[in-house]
């Protein structure tokens, strides 16, 4: 591979994303670092049957069908960014999409847990084992239900699962 092969590999990328806003419409899976972030939006609200909010939500991106508010935050790393501040969201969905397409359900849960594990560490960053053993904790009662069963209920999503 050479430098001159990034033009060809960037176009596929806009392919991609243009593809992936005639799927799943109300995102805009734009590359400059909220791609992930658009899908895991998009892939919480189907699974989750979530109501997206309105762009420019500081602190919230959906509001379940039981009209908590939640937060949805997704990673393909080992740490889920909070955000640059402290924000006290009401209910977290954490998702970690692997180089496969399958998204995990890292956490689903209430936001106060997570701020409650992190204390006074000034960090709004928490890793994916952290978050696991978080989410261990949480009550059947305390998440959101699962919407969509196609596929059937499990811990791992799939990506082509939304079509």
Not at 40 to 62: M, Q, R, S, V
Not at 69 to 74: A, D, G, L, S
Request: aromatic residues 8%.
């Amino acid at each position: 591979m050479s430098i001159s092969e990034i033009p060809r590999l960037v176009r596929s990328f806009y392919e991609l994303t243009d593809e992936l806003r005639r799927l799943i419409p109300g995102w805009q899976f734009t590359l400059d670092g909220k791609l992930v972030g658009d899908l895991g939006e998009a892939l919480a609200c189907y699974y989750f049957g979530l109501t997206p909010l309105p762009a420019g939500e500081k602190t919230h991106d959906a509001r379940a069908p039981d009209g908590r508010r939640v937060q949805v935050k997704t990673t393909q790393g080992k740490v889920f960014g909070l955000g640059l501040e402290r924000r006290h969201f009401e209910h977290l969905i954490a998702l970690r999409i692997n180089r496969e397409g399958e998204a995990e359900v890292v956490y689903n849960g209430p936001g106060w847990r997570v701020w409650e594990e992190l204390g006074e560490i000034k960090s709004c960053s928490i890793g994916v084992n952290r978050l696991r053993r978080l989410d261990a904790k949480v009550q059947e009662t305390e998440r959101v239900p699962r919407q969509n069963a196609d596929p059937p209920l499990q811990r791992t999503l799939h990506v082509a699962s939304c079509r």
